[in-house]
Structure formats: structure tokens, C-alpha cells
């Protein structure tokens, strides 16, 4: 389908919403009751950094709700309040945050169910009100909406929207849109839905297996059984990576994905010749602004003198697995909580390994004198980050310094 002039016609739509309702302002007094710390702010206030008793907390100096998620939210706020009387419905979280999801349940706003692997829209009716997450939803999903004559409001990021150009620019010059995430990643999910042909890397090993094959060649079924999955319809690796433009889900490591878009750009170099790369290689940038300054934050964080490292944001939260990934390469312990509700009774946390399975650890917090690394993804309120500060003060039997 003609993505692109699919959009075009929605925009024009007098049932499709990109913005908000004219409740700014009791929406933004909303979430500040709601979502806003006067413990973190303070915090803030003082060069990131609290001691109360025997512990010191050290925030990383960039962290929590980055512009694209609080738009979503109040968004999706403003909508509940526009539409007072109508179904509400969201095709997926409108962001990887358990509290924010719940808070927008007791709202009545109804959550799609995936069913056998795949969203059930039956449920949704000719009239009802469908909220797009932060992330996006493929052109397939608005599609089907648009046709059952829902009213959509489209909250999605517009650094997502930006990756959407990028690979609507490649389709129209023919070429293999690479792009650096999760083939199964709701954002991906939509990116690929704009792309033409298209091919998802993981990460940077991933990446070189595909670069060796443009090189060399190869087993084309090991290259088709490895991204079975994360590929487009009928792709071809012999013929579809002559021609290749760089993309990513917006949330992935920074570095990662500069470092694949110049293995690719010297892949493309060493096979075509510096007259002929412009033709072959397609590369914008794409990368997150909150996601990069988040990440610095991290690095930055890590190297401070630190016991161990909290990092709070909901467990599908690819950002928030990224911050932990950077603790980890550090050699620093570290614990990923959706909540501050992961923590106690006691000296205990149940926590998400990176990569794997939750883990509980009794008497996580030593003894004596302790310093805590804390961050937080881009879709955690600060309440959250306040409620686990606190919960580890009170383990501690800490008393706040005057």
C-alpha cells in the first residue's frame, strides 16, 4: 500500500487527532499531583545528590519522563476528559509504565487484548474513541481503525514519526531499510509497516553477520532461518542488500547504533567505491534526543563511587533495560524494579534480570555506610523514583539530615 498517502489522509480526517483538546491546562495540574516528587525535585536541587543516616543516593542528572511519554499521557488524559461518555480504547500501553497504564484503567479507558499472538479489534465498534501509544502502531492497525470509523488520536512520539520518514525515504529510492531493534518491539513493529523491503539487526553481532554476507556471501537459509522473523516478505539477502539505508528503534543504545551505521557505511564503501556510496547508502540520524541524554546520564553516573545501582521502569521497557545494560558492563550490581512495590518485606527486592527471568535477593542493601546509583526510564514518574528512594531510607532505618 501507499503508506505514505494513506497518512496524508488521515491528517486530513476530521476523526484523526495529533494533538490535544484544549484541557492543557487542568490535565498538566493533573499529572503534576499525580506523577510530579517535591522529594526529587529537591533532590535536584542539590547537585543530584541526598544522605540521610549511613546512605547517600546519587540520581543520575538525566532520567524519568522525557518529553514524547508526557505528551502521550496528557494526551491521553486530555482525550478521557474530551470524550467524557464514549468507549475509550489504547492498542497498547501508551507507555511501558505499569502505574500509568493502571491509573488510566481506573479511568475507564480499555485496553486492547491480544488474543493467539495478535491484537483482537473486534471489540472495537463504529464511534469509539482508539488511542495510538507513544510508540506508534503500524499502518496496518490505523488502517483497519480508520475503516471501522473510529476517531483516532494518535499520541504517538514524533521522534518516532521521524524514523517513519527515514524509511519511507528509502522505500521510495528502492532501497533495504536496516534497522537497529527488537523485530518483536511495538515501535519496530510500526516502523517496518512504513518500510518497503526491510531487515532488523539486534545489535552489533547481528549487524556483522549481515555485513560479512554483502562481503562474501554465504548460507542464504542460515541467513533467512537467523531473521526468519525480522525481515520482510519475499526478502532476498543475495539481491535486497545492494541498496541499504540505516534506521533504529528510537530506544536503543546510542552507540550501538552509530556503530552499526558505520559498519554498514564502510561495508558498503569496501563493496561499491567511494564514486558509487551515495547511490548504495542511505544514512540520517534518527537517534532519540531523551534517549541519548539518558544514556550519557548513565554513563556519567557509573562513574561515581557507587555500592550498587537501582534502575526503575517497566520490565518491556527497552530504554530502561539499556540503562542497566550500562551497569552491568560496569561490573556494578545492579537491580531493575517496575516499582517501588519490588521492594521488602524487609531487606529483600524481587527484580528482572537483564535478559532473563525475576530473581529475588534477601539482604540486597549492606550493611554500614552505602552509596545508590538510582535512574529510572523514560516512561517512570518521579513518584515512582521518590517511592523507591524511600523504601530504601526506611530499610536502611534511615533519619533524614536537617
Same mark, same amino acid.
Given at each position: 500500500?501507499?503508506?505514505?498517502? @494513506?497518512?496524508?489522509?488521515?491528517?486530513?480526517?476530521?476523526?484523526? $487527532?495529533? &494533538?490535544?483538546? #484544549?484541557? #492543557?491546562?487542568?490535565?498538566?495540574? &493533573?499529572?503534576?499531583?499525580?506523577?510530579?516528587?517535591?522529594?526529587?525535585?529537591?533532590?535536584? %536541587?542539590?547537585?543530584?545528590?541526598?544522605?540521610?543516616?549511613?546512605?547517600?543516593? *546519587?540520581?543520575?542528572?538525566? @532520567?524519568?519522563?522525557?518529553?514524547?511519554?508526557?505528551?502521550?499521557?496528557?494526551?491521553?488524559?486530555?482525550?478521557?476528559?474530551?470524550?467524557?461518555?464514549?468507549?475509550?480504547?489504547?492498542?497498547?500501553?501508551?507507555?511501558?509504565?505499569?502505574?500509568?497504564?493502571?491509573?488510566?484503567? %481506573?479511568?475507564?479507558?480499555? $485496553?486492547?487484548?491480544?488474543?493467539?499472538?495478535? *491484537?483482537?479489534?473486534?471489540?472495537?465498534?463504529?464511534?469509539?474513541?482508539?488511542?495510538?501509544?507513544? @510508540?506508534?502502531?503500524?499502518?496496518?492497525?490505523?488502517?483497519?481503525?480508520?475503516?471501522?470509523?473510529?476517531? /483516532?488520536?494518535?499520541?504517538?512520539?514524533?521522534?518516532?514519526?521521524?524514523?517513519?520518514?527515514?524509511?519511507?525515504?528509502?522505500?521510495?529510492?528502492?532501497?533495504?531499510?536496516?534497522?537497529?531493534?527488537?523485530?518483536?518491539?511495538?515501535?519496530?513493529?510500526?516502523?517496518?509497516?512504513?518500510?518497503?523491503?526491510?531487515?532488523?539487526?539486534?545489535?552489533?553481532?547481528? !549487524?556483522?553477520?549481515?555485513?560479512?554476507? /554483502?562481503?562474501?556471501?554465504?548460507?542464504?537459509?542460515?541467513?533467512?532461518?537467523? $531473521?526468519?522473523?525480522?525481515?520482510?516478505?519475499? @526478502?532476498?539477502?543475495?539481491?535486497?542488500?545492494?541498496?541499504?539505508?540505516?534506521?533504529?528503534?528510537?530506544?536503543?543504545?546510542?552507540?550501538?547504533?552509530? &556503530? /552499526?551505521?558505520?559498519?554498514?557505511?564502510?561495508?558498503?564503501?569496501?563493496?561499491?567505491?567511494?564514486?558509487?556510496?551515495?547511490?548504495?547508502?542511505?544514512? $540520517?540520524?534518527?537517534?532519540?534526543?531523551?534517549?541519548?541524554?539518558?544514556?550519557?546520564?548513565?554513563?556519567?553516573?557509573?562513574?561515581?563511587?557507587? %555500592?550498587?545501582?537501582?534502575?526503575?521502569?517497566?520490565?518491556?521497557?527497552?530504554?530502561?533495560?539499556?540503562? &542497566?545494560?550500562?551497569?552491568?558492563?560496569?561490573?556494578?550490581?545492579?537491580?531493575?524494579?517496575?516499582?517501588?512495590?519490588? /521492594?521488602?518485606?524487609?531487606?529483600?527486592?524481587?527484580?528482572?534480570?537483564?535478559?532473563?527471568?525475576?530473581?529475588?535477593?534477601?539482604?540486597?542493601?549492606?550493611? #554500614?555506610?552505602?552509596?545508590? #546509583?538510582?535512574?529510572?526510564?523514560?516512561?517512570?514518574?518521579?513518584?515512582?523514583?521518590?517511592?523507591?528512594?524511600?523504601?530504601?531510607? !526506611?530499610?536502611?532505618?534511615?533519619?533524614?539530615?536537617?
Amino acid at each position: 500500500m501507499d503508506t505514505k498517502a @494513506f497518512k496524508r489522509s488521515l491528517n486530513h480526517s476530521d476523526k484523526y $487527532f495529533r &494533538q490535544g483538546f #484544549g484541557h #492543557g491546562d487542568d490535565v498538566a495540574g &493533573q499529572m503534576k499531583t499525580e506523577y510530579n516528587s517535591g522529594l526529587i525535585q529537591d533532590i535536584r %536541587d542539590r547537585n543530584y545528590t541526598v544522605t540521610r543516616g549511613d546512605v547517600t543516593i *546519587k540520581l543520575a542528572q538525566s @532520567f524519568g519522563f522525557c518529553w514524547g511519554v508526557e505528551r502521550a499521557v496528557a494526551m491521553a488524559y486530555e482525550t478521557r476528559q474530551h470524550f467524557p461518555t464514549e468507549r475509550i480504547w489504547i492498542t497498547n500501553e501508551i507507555i511501558h509504565n505499569p502505574s500509568v497504564n493502571q491509573r488510566l484503567k %481506573d479511568m475507564a479507558v480499555e $485496553f486492547i487484548d491480544v488474543v493467539d499472538g495478535s *491484537k483482537d479489534f473486534s471489540v472495537v465498534g463504529a464511534g469509539d474513541v482508539v488511542i495510538l501509544p507513544a @510508540f506508534g502502531a503500524s499502518v496496518q492497525e490505523m488502517q483497519l481503525l480508520n475503516d471501522k470509523g473510529c476517531t /483516532i488520536v494518535d499520541t504517538t512520539c514524533p521522534w518516532v514519526s521521524k524514523v517513519w520518514n527515514t524509511v519511507e525515504k528509502h522505500k521510495r529510492k528502492d532501497h533495504t531499510s536496516i534497522i537497529h531493534g527488537k523485530y518483536n518491539h511495538e515501535e519496530t513493529v510500526a516502523t517496518s509497516s512504513f518500510a518497503g523491503k526491510y531487515l532488523v539487526v539486534l545489535n552489533l553481532a547481528q !549487524a556483522q553477520y549481515v555485513s560479512d554476507y /554483502i562481503l562474501g556471501g554465504g548460507d542464504r537459509d542460515e541467513f533467512m532461518s537467523k $531473521f526468519a522473523n525480522a525481515c520482510s516478505a519475499g @526478502f532476498d539477502p543475495d539481491t535486497d542488500l545492494d541498496y541499504i539505508g540505516i534506521a533504529n528503534q528510537t530506544t536503543m543504545l546510542k552507540g550501538e547504533t552509530e &556503530q /552499526i551505521g558505520k559498519l554498514f557505511e564502510h561495508t558498503m564503501l569496501k563493496k561499491f567505491g567511494p564514486q558509487a556510496l551515495g547511490d548504495h547508502f542511505l544514512s $540520517f540520524n534518527t537517534i532519540c534526543d531523551a534517549t541519548q541524554e539518558r544514556q550519557d546520564a548513565m554513563f556519567d553516573l557509573v562513574n561515581e563511587k557507587l %555500592d550498587l545501582i537501582v534502575v526503575i521502569g517497566g520490565y518491556n521497557s527497552s530504554n530502561t533495560t539499556h540503562l &542497566q545494560e550500562i551497569a552491568i558492563e560496569r561490573n556494578i550490581p545492579s537491580y531493575h524494579i517496575d516499582s517501588a512495590s519490588r /521492594i521488602g518485606p524487609g531487606n529483600r527486592i524481587e527484580h528482572k534480570q537483564l535478559h532473563g527471568d525475576m530473581a529475588v535477593t534477601e539482604s540486597w542493601l549492606p550493611d #554500614g555506610p552505602i552509596t545508590v #546509583g538510582v535512574t529510572s526510564g523514560a516512561s517512570t514518574p518521579d513518584r515512582s523514583v521518590e517511592e523507591t528512594i524511600e523504601h530504601i531510607f !526506611a530499610i536502611k532505618g534511615a533519619i533524614a539530615v536537617v
